[in-house]
């Protein structure tokens, strides 16, 4: 069993800054980190920290090459990565506030230029059994997601960053969710769905795509499994919160490594949960993920 990451790679510039900017107001930033980063990136190097067999497929220009070393150095296989000469790496630009919350400015570039030869040639190495993760930060999804759904690859989809392209997937091919709320709200036309509401959120997406397993990430209040036959339901671990960029990718790694590696529900999330923790506690998106053995030796108080 091998695992496809078709996702974007992005280089995050990080401005730690007291507040958000406002509307009409300018602020200086005292200090500027340059991080790996994007969705796609994040989750092939938590798959690869956890230890199973990863390989990552998207673009990068000239600019990227650290990515790929990075992604190498954590266990996952870059050769479906494509190096353009003239369009630049997709980039973040990411404010981190005196709390450690974050807002994110993308800007795609290479993450946008996958073309279709791309994807067919890299998704013909891979076949029934296999298992592709996808995010929503690179073009030519729906595609992907065809091309994937002909070969027998179960589908796992983070429709994250939610815009109207999600609605262009065929997401009846979609054999996990793994979302948040507000997502999840998206998704099912209730926009406004609110904090608390996530048990009914997952209920009714296990509804709409009866196939479907859904993973709905719930930030302090932990998280929620639920399938045709039944709703779990898992805490999180408190930690001092540095950095929550990438806890969520953390999360949807660790989770699909935990139940690729033939672990239960109950255990894929509670792994999950510890991970994405200690990347709460760690600054920038890649550099704060885990590997396995941090996590399991990482103590933690009593789960919330
Ligand atoms: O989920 C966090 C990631 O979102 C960042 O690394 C940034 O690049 C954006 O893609």
Known sequence: ????????????????????????????????????????????????????????????????????????????????????????????????DKNGDNCIILYGGANQSITRKQVEETISHFGPGDCIVLQNEINEMPYIMEQAHKQGMTIVLNPSPMDGKIFEMPLSYVDYFILNEIEAGQILGRPGAKAGEGEELAAQLAEKFPGAKIVLTLGGEGSVYTDSSRLYRQSIYRTKTVDTTAAGDTFTGYFIAGILTGCSVEDSMDLAARAASITVSGEGAAPSIPDMKTVKERVFEEKE
């Open 1 to 96: 069993m091998k695992v496809l990451n078709f996702g974007s790679l992005n280089i995050d510039y990080v401005y730690s800054l007291d507040h958000f900017v406002q509307k009409g107001e300018t602020i200086s930033s005292d200090r500027l980190n340059i991080f790996s980063g994007g969705k796609g990136l994040n989750q092939s190097i938590a798959m690869g920290r956890a230890g199973i067999s990863t390989w990552h497929a998207g673009a990068i220009g000239p600019d990227g090459q650290f990515l790929l070393d990075l992604l190498e150095a954590s266990g996952v296989n870059t050769e479906f990565v494509r190096r353009l000469e003239e369009t630049r790496t997709g980039n973040a630009i990411i404010q981190k």
